[in-house]
């Protein structure tokens, strides 16, 4: 059974030095009392959070420089595909400029004293740009690229990019909206827990306890890593078998309840004049298997004929791949790829936000998904935080566009669980979970979590488990060893974050359930709205994990989920104390040597008995 709680504080040594004493000795000075519990633990979070914000000011800083240099790329590609010979082609091609990148307020072809436009941005808008316009325009006429500062209008983040063609005799001018910024502003201080998360309301913070209803204050956003949340007016109840019509009568009747979803004989009951805390303790009488608060949880972003051996790397020409995704090369995918780029037939449910379903970068990605949320709508994404995901599985490769993702075939299931705040219910998830497992889902990635241990939850996850499925999870960014559910669950593979030195990063969550870390922090991928954002967090560590899962399913089909995962241990790089410690679990994932190992070389000979085993009892059968 594993540790619930690793010992929480510092350990300080203290030197002892031995003096032979005068015969007079001088007054003995004072010794200094040493600083109480509650300043140090104070200090800690002074440190963590100074942390946190200087990680999503350099995401917002990465984001910017990714909205820039996408943008130069779309206006090369532009220039380099159109020679319009009316005013008329050049205004519809420009138009369809606009429509097709929704960043783009205005545009304008320029070529001498000749300048065709299109876009009609909001005269406030087009008054601020004024001066960065014209500078733009300017640059065009001697042939320069020209990039203005950021400039506000109405709270929101714009600049003005001018890009000659390759004659240096025209070029574009764009006005362009940088709002993303602002989105991964606010997306960070939410995913980082810098500020509350999620807003009391319909939602109370309470005791990270299961089956308890104790309200604690969350204050800051370092009181979230010692919170859960639940729905104050719901419960969820597992009976031992289903009700039946008339015991289904009586309970809504005594409680003024209604039955708000439903699956075999587990329950999510809603009432209008009972809190949780009542309806636990009523439906104590019926002996359920479990009765629990209705917990939320919360954001935590073809196979290759080489020789197995190979050791040379694959350098994708994706735009920003060079410059801004560190990641994948400090995991050794390139080297990676050269003996496995993954499998059509292979899927990653990403359990989330939803995905943008047209986002250039993920085009014949995707496979038919759900909505739990709304299951009227499509699983499209409301928060950015799915798409993000889903991009560092998945986002094309050797395309010419944006980033590329650690697979090049892997197919991506959207399975919308939270909502358009970024929370979402056990219940949500837990059907996620199934649906995804049903649908026929081989890895589910879960950058969501709570700390709270819900029967439900995990009775989803070990079905999923006991269908062959990996199932890979964010550890959480509070900087707490407090065990994250589901990354703390046996069946899954619980995730932890590192920098680009290879140190835990100071927001990841640790302790003796981690199992695996993966790059976490400043991750550049897809965002919805077509363009591209950096992140940090557990969260965009997770899908590091999940992919490479995915990886080794297409290397070695044969393998179950049990010896996936093995392998991800076992060949991951050793960071930290020797062996597996609380910060990095058995270390950074490797992905040329979880691919060696999984297939094709004689590392993965290791895994022959098991696999003929396997064959005989299927073949006994």
Not at 424 to 439: F, K, L, P, R
Not at 458 to 480: E, I, P, R
Request: a neutral charge; proline letters at 5%; one cysteine or more.
């Amino acid at each position: 059974m594993r540790r619930r709680y690793a010992l929480l504080g510092l350990l300080f040594t203290a030197a002892v030095a031995l003096f032979v004493v005068p015969l007079f000795a001088p007054p003995a000075a004072r010794t200094p009392s040493p600083p109480s519990t509650s300043s140090l633990k104070q200090a800690a979070a002074s440190k963590e959070l100074t942390y946190k914000h200087s990680s999503i000011k350099r995401d917002m800083q990465e984001t910017e420089r990714l909205s820039r240099k996408q943008s130069v790329r779309d206006a090369v590609q532009y220039l380099d595909g159109k020679s319009d010979a009316t005013v008329a082609a050049r205004t519809g091609s420009l138009e369809r400029l606009l429509r097709t990148h929704p960043e783009m307020q205005a545009v304008a072809w320029v070529k001498g004293s000749q300048t065709v436009a299109a876009g009609s941005p909001a005269q406030g808008l087009r008054k601020a740009a004024e001066p960065y316009w014209k500078h733009g325009e300017n640059a065009i006429r001697s042939g320069r690229a020209y990039t203005s500062s950021l400039f506000a209008y109405e709270g929101k983040s714009h600049f003005v990019l001018a890009q000659p063609a390759s004659d240096g005799k025209s070029g574009l001018v764009m006005l362009l909206s940088a709002s993303v910024v602002q989105e991964v502003e606010r997306h960070q201080r939410r995913n980082l827990r810098v500020v509350p998360y999620p807003a009391e309301g319909r939602y109370r913070i309470e005791s990270v306890l299961p089956n308890t209803t104790k309200d604690i204050t969350v204050k800051t956003g370092e009181d979230n890593g010692n919170a859960s949340h639940y729905s104050v007016d719901e419960v969820v109840v597992k009976f031992k078998k289903p009700l039946d019509n008339r015991q289904l009568l009586q309970i809504r009747k005594e409680l003024h309840l209604t039955v708000v979803r439903h699956l075999k004989q587990t329950y999510v009951f809603r009432s209008k004049k009972h809190s949780a805390e009542q309806l636990m303790k009523y439906f104590q009488k019926y002996d359920p298997v479990y009765v629990e608060p209705h917990y939320l949880y919360l954001t935590n972003e073809l196979p290759d004929e080489r020789a197995a051996n190979d050791s040379s790397t694959i350098v994708p020409n994706d735009t920003l791949y060079s410059e801004y995704q560190w990641n994948l090369p400090e995991i050794a995918t390139e080297q990676g790829w050269n003996v496995s780029k993954g499998s059509k037939d292979i899927v990653v449910a990403v359990v989330d936000t939803g995905v943008q379903s047209d986002h250039p970068d993920l085009k014949g990605r995707l496979v038919a998904g759900t909505n739990i949320v709304d299951p009227s709508s499509p699983p499209d994404d409301d928060v950015g935080h799915g798409t993000h995901v889903a991009g560092i599985i998945a986002a094309e490769v050797n395309n010419g566009e944006g980033v590329a993702g650690m697979t090049w075939f892997t197919k991506i299931m959207p399975v919308k669980v939270l909502d358009s705040t970024g929370a979402g219910s056990t219940y949500s998830v837990a059907e996620g979970v199934v649906w995804a497992v049903d649908h026929g889902a081989n890895v589910i990635n879960l950058s969501l979590g709570n700390y709270a241990d819900a029967e439900f939850m995990h009775d989803a996850l070990k079905y999923a488990y006991d269908h062959g499925v990996v199932l890979v999870a964010a550890s959480g960014n509070d900087n707490t060893d407090r065990p994250g559910y589901p990354a703390a669950y046996p069946e899954v593979l619980g995730v932890a974050a590192t920098d680009p030195n290879e140190a835990r990063a100071e927001y990841s969550n640790y302790g003796d359930y981690i199992d695996i870390a993966a790059p976490g922090t400043s991750i550049a991928s897809t965002y919805p709205g077509s363009r591209y954002a950096s992140l940090s967090g557990t969260s965009m560590a997770c899908p590091h994990v999940s992919a490479l899962a995915s990886l080794v399913r297409a290397a070695n089909p044969k393998m179950t989920n049990a010896e996936v995962m093995d392998v991800l241990r076992r060949t991951a790089k050793d960071l930290g104390s020797a062996g597996k410690d609380a910060s990095f679990g058995y270390g950074q994932i490797d992905v040329k040597a979880a691919l060696q190992a999984a297939g094709g070389t004689s590392s993965s000979l290791q895994l022959y008995p098991r696999q003929v085993k396997r064959d005989l009892e299927r073949i006994m059968k």
